[in-house]
């Protein structure tokens, strides 16, 4: 499967951004789709998964309830909904792709990995 994200961008701290992933190529249906995030000099961070067989889906502490993962079939693409934004949400945001998995947070699990796109919250 091939992702590519769009989305982010320059937003005030309150503020809200709707992340797009969208699956160019493969079968939709046959991965999940999870979002990370990634700062530099550290590790890419898991933020929530779903699942496009099943509709499962997971997040992990790092969201605080802020944000909301949801799919659309027939668009081939998953939504991460990030509200009530802060400066510590600052970082490059990737989706990947894991072929029947069970939606883990560990990045190693994931074999298809976007381009990333940045956000970046003022303070």
């Known amino acids: 499967v091939q992702l590519v994200e769009s989305g982010g961008g320059l937003v005030e701290t309150g503020g809200s951004l709707r992340l797009s992933c969208v699956a160019v190529s493969g079968n939709f249906g046959d991965y999940n789709i999870a979002w990370f995030r990634q700062v530099p000099g550290k590790e890419r961070v898991g933020l929530s998964c779903i699942s496009n067989y099943d509709g499962t889906t997971k997040y992990t502490d790092s969201t605080e309830g802020r944000f909301a993962i949801s799919s659309d079939y027939d668009k081939k693409t998953v939504y991460l909904q990030m509200s009530n934004l802060k400066p510590e949400d600052t970082a490059v945001y990737y989706c990947?792709?894991?072929?029947?998995?069970?939606?883990?947070?560990?990045?190693?699990?994931?074999?298809?990995w976007g381009q990333g796109t940045q956000v970046t919250v003022a303070a």
């Open positions: 990947a792709g894991e072929y029947f998995g069970n939606c883990g947070f560990s990045s190693l699990r994931y074999d298809y």
